[in-house]
């Protein structure tokens, strides 16, 4: 059992900067770990993956070159750094750890088989960005 804790989130106006944070405390299913956003009467989307220990990342398109995501599991922790906000962001973001580890980890295999319906999530932070 994972358990996941998100922080960080507020209301900006576009061109902001947010930096979200996640503790995760427990056994990790895997090394995956990633955020989602799920704006009001959307999808939940992947926004960025990233191997525990290994720093290997990958960004949805829709935030590559405005977010960054790291980690540092000797603190158990998780961080989406987003800049160059924009109203398009504006959703609830979530923590989540994968439970379908992949064969080979980098932050392509997590990002793209790494995370199912089952996934550890968090209870989410929201993030408004105002035009």
């Known amino acids: 059992q994972v358990q996941l804790v998100e922080s960080g989130g507020g209301s900006v106006q576009a061109g902001g900067s947010l930096r979200l944070s996640c503790e995760f405390s427990g056994n990790a299913s895997s090394k995956c770990m990633g955020w989602f956003r799920q704006a009001p009467g959307k999808e939940r989307e992947k926004v960025a993956a990233i191997v525990i220990d290994g720093r290997s990342t990958y960004y949805a398109d829709s935030v590559k070159g405005r977010f960054t995501i790291r980690e540092d599991s000797a603190k158990n922790m998780v961080w989406l750094q987003m800049n160059n906000l924009k109203p398009e962001d504006t959703a609830m973001y979530y923590c989540?750890?994968?439970?379908?580890?992949?064969?080979?980890?980098?932050?392509?295999?997590?990002?793209?088989?790494?995370?199912?319906?089952?996934?550890?999530w968090g209870q989410g932070t929201q993030v408004t960005v105002s035009s």
């Open positions: 989540a750890n994968g439970r379908n580890p992949p064969r080979w980890y980098s932050g392509t295999a997590c990002y793209t088989q790494g995370f199912g319906d089952d996934n550890y």
